[in-house]
């Protein structure tokens, strides 16, 4: 009835308008999610939920072959889109349909579906693939590493675009199932639960899945010859360790460090709260870099951080990020903070609990350690800048920082801290003025001063917070905390 009052005129102008102006409406998905330090990294117009990786890896020659299955939705009207990848697609289908591709930039694989996707869709992204990861170089470097017997995928920030298509930044998380089939008598890590593995005409697939959210470069892959060790955890969680056969001399401190695992775990769960993913281990691949990473739920560790002997501190720091910057992830990557500091810290309490120097004592140290002309003291762990993203002052600056709200809040308040931070935020990300926001809430206590001293100022801060500025003793576990400091350098 209502609709005869509308004169038929009227109805066709009304139409022929909305029609070009939706149209217009789409447009194409930004090259970059809008990280000030990488902007090309990431994507915008769409967010993923999760990646299903199917591939195939031949150590002998390094050929990867792959099919990614992405499931996202679009968050804006989409006429295209991109996602981040090294390699070369030979392939592209949304929701079943080829699309057309075409590669910019460094590492932009642009994707033009037959049909724009209006703002909310869910939509389906296969991409086929081949390539060899360790022959591509993006931004001057190559990620993954090759070893005598295979590959390891483990960097951080880049290390995705060597071997899956995605929106490569840890604001946009999902789920993971990876499927990596390789010759018989070799395995594949990744991260989560082994679902199942199975042979067949020669070659091995190994399911590995992630249940929970996890960032692209958080994401890791390994093939090789490993000894696997598996256990359970006290509340049931499965454990799952891998060492390269060939780790030489390195073999026994490399499995006294990551074999107590489960034992550091527990410890951090006193107080962080519980252990936030599904599955704990760890892995050791005979790889000659010198850096450790917090991949979700198995963290890689190179041979070298056992050279002088066992390295439980290592441990500690991988396994104190699987609260702070893997299920708490940074928003931008300015807020590295909000890891490493934290990470550094984790290994001073762990010094605390072992009787081999107080954070208190260790904090002493560093800052009697660096003059106040140290170089040291213009880097702002709160924004480093990306060439300082891991510089060792985000660490121990970063650590001290911590330190300076423990001595002002007081144990109770502190401790609350950090064990609500990660529930706070979990498998979220946060910016580190959410940091000072929450720690403020917890103490009522205004700490926007005492954080703009020890995070952004370019100047070595008096010390009110800390409780010495005079000649400070090494504490007994500096060296093998020192030890730790090429974390995350790249290789
Ligand atoms: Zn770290």
Redesign the pocket.
């Given at each position: 009835m209502y609709r005869r009052l509308i004169a038929p005129g009227a109805l066709v102008a009304s139409l022929l308008l909305a029609i070009p102006a939706s149209a217009a409406d789409y447009t194409p998905g930004a090259s970059g999610i809008g990280d000030p330090y990488y902007p090309t990294y990431g994507n915008g117009g769409y967010d993923v939920s999760h990646y299903d990786l199917r591939l195939k890896y031949q150590p002998k020659t390094d050929l990867l072959e792959g099919t990614a299955t992405i499931l996202a939705s679009s968050t804006q009207d989409l006429s295209r889109f991109n996602l981040d990848f090294g390699l070369t697609a030979s392939e592209v289908r949304v929701n079943g349909k080829k699309a057309s591709f075409t590669k910019s930039g460094v590492q932009e694989l642009e994707v033009t579906p037959p049909a724009g996707l209006p703002k909310g869709t869910s939509f389906t992204v296969v991409v086929k693939y081949a390539g060899k990861p360790t022959d591509v170089k993006l931004w001057g470097f190559t990620s993954p590493q090759r070893t005598p017997d295979g590959a390891v995928f483990a960097n951080e920030p880049e290390s995705a675009a060597w071997w899956f298509p995605s929106n490569d930044h840890p604001l946009d998380k999902a789920t993971y199932d990876v499927s990596v089939s390789v010759p018989d008598g070799t395995q594949a890590i990744s991260n989560g639960t082994l679902q199942s593995q199975s042979s067949k005409l020669g070659w091995t697939r190994f399911n590995w899945r992630s249940s929970k959210p996890q960032a692209t470069y958080l994401t890791t892959l390994a093939v090789g010859k490993f000894d696997i060790t598996t256990d359970r955890t006290a509340s049931g969680l499965p454990v799952v360790n891998a060492y390269s056969k060939d780790l030489g001399a390195n073999e026994g401190a490399a499995k006294a460090s990551v074999e107590r695992t489960t034992e550091v775990a527990e410890w951090l769960e006193s107080l962080y709260g519980p252990y936030p993913f599904e599955a704990l281990g760890g892995y050791v691949p005979n790889v000659p870099s010198s850096f450790?990473?917090?991949t979700q739920t198995r963290p890689f560790y190179s041979p070298k951080q056992f050279a002088n002997g066992s390295n439980v501190s290592v441990v500690v720091?991988?396994l104190a990020?699987q609260w702070y910057?893997d299920s708490v992830s940074v928003d931008h990557w300015k807020d590295i903070w909000i890891?490493?500091g934290f990470?550094?810290y984790s290994q001073w309490l762990w010094s605390e609990k072992e009787g081999e120097g107080t954070a208190q004592e260790l904090a002493d140290y560093v800052y009697a350690q660096h003059p106040a002309d140290d170089a040291f003291w213009t880097v702002k762990p709160g924004d480093p800048g990306a060439e300082n993203q891991f510089d060792i002052a985000v660490?121990d600056r970063g650590a001290l920082a911590i330190q300076a709200l423990r001595n002002a809040v007081g144990e109770k308040d502190f401790f609350a801290i950090l064990k609500g931070w990660p529930q706070r935020h979990a498998y979220g990300n946060a910016k580190v003025s959410d940091f000072v926001r929450y720690a403020e809430s917890v103490s009522h206590k205004p700490l926007a001063s005492l954080f703009d001293t020890w995070l952004y100022q370019p100047s070595k801060p008096a010390s009110p917070a800390l409780r010495s500025a005079g000649v400070a003793e090494q504490p007994a576990s500096w060296r093998a905390i020192a030890a730790t400091n090429g974390?995350?350098a790249q290789g």
């Amino acid at each position: 009835m209502y609709r005869r009052l509308i004169a038929p005129g009227a109805l066709v102008a009304s139409l022929l308008l909305a029609i070009p102006a939706s149209a217009a409406d789409y447009t194409p998905g930004a090259s970059g999610i809008g990280d000030p330090y990488y902007p090309t990294y990431g994507n915008g117009g769409y967010d993923v939920s999760h990646y299903d990786l199917r591939l195939k890896y031949q150590p002998k020659t390094d050929l990867l072959e792959g099919t990614a299955t992405i499931l996202a939705s679009s968050t804006q009207d989409l006429s295209r889109f991109n996602l981040d990848f090294g390699l070369t697609a030979s392939e592209v289908r949304v929701n079943g349909k080829k699309a057309s591709f075409t590669k910019s930039g460094v590492q932009e694989l642009e994707v033009t579906p037959p049909a724009g996707l209006p703002k909310g869709t869910s939509f389906t992204v296969v991409v086929k693939y081949a390539g060899k990861p360790t022959d591509v170089k993006l931004w001057g470097f190559t990620s993954p590493q090759r070893t005598p017997d295979g590959a390891v995928f483990a960097n951080e920030p880049e290390s995705a675009a060597w071997w899956f298509p995605s929106n490569d930044h840890p604001l946009d998380k999902a789920t993971y199932d990876v499927s990596v089939s390789v010759p018989d008598g070799t395995q594949a890590i990744s991260n989560g639960t082994l679902q199942s593995q199975s042979s067949k005409l020669g070659w091995t697939r190994f399911n590995w899945r992630s249940s929970k959210p996890q960032a692209t470069y958080l994401t890791t892959l390994a093939v090789g010859k490993f000894d696997i060790t598996t256990d359970r955890t006290a509340s049931g969680l499965p454990v799952v360790n891998a060492y390269s056969k060939d780790l030489g001399a390195n073999e026994g401190a490399a499995k006294a460090s990551v074999e107590r695992t489960t034992e550091v775990a527990e410890w951090l769960e006193s107080l962080y709260g519980p252990y936030p993913f599904e599955a704990l281990g760890g892995y050791v691949p005979n790889v000659p870099s010198s850096f450790a990473l917090e991949t979700q739920t198995r963290p890689f560790y190179s041979p070298k951080q056992f050279a002088n002997g066992s390295n439980v501190s290592v441990v500690v720091h991988e396994l104190a990020h699987q609260w702070y910057g893997d299920s708490v992830s940074v928003d931008h990557w300015k807020d590295i903070w909000i890891n490493e500091g934290f990470a550094r810290y984790s290994q001073w309490l762990w010094s605390e609990k072992e009787g081999e120097g107080t954070a208190q004592e260790l904090a002493d140290y560093v800052y009697a350690q660096h003059p106040a002309d140290d170089a040291f003291w213009t880097v702002k762990p709160g924004d480093p800048g990306a060439e300082n993203q891991f510089d060792i002052a985000v660490y121990d600056r970063g650590a001290l920082a911590i330190q300076a709200l423990r001595n002002a809040v007081g144990e109770k308040d502190f401790f609350a801290i950090l064990k609500g931070w990660p529930q706070r935020h979990a498998y979220g990300n946060a910016k580190v003025s959410d940091f000072v926001r929450y720690a403020e809430s917890v103490s009522h206590k205004p700490l926007a001063s005492l954080f703009d001293t020890w995070l952004y100022q370019p100047s070595k801060p008096a010390s009110p917070a800390l409780r010495s500025a005079g000649v400070a003793e090494q504490p007994a576990s500096w060296r093998a905390i020192a030890a730790t400091n090429g974390v995350h350098a790249q290789g």
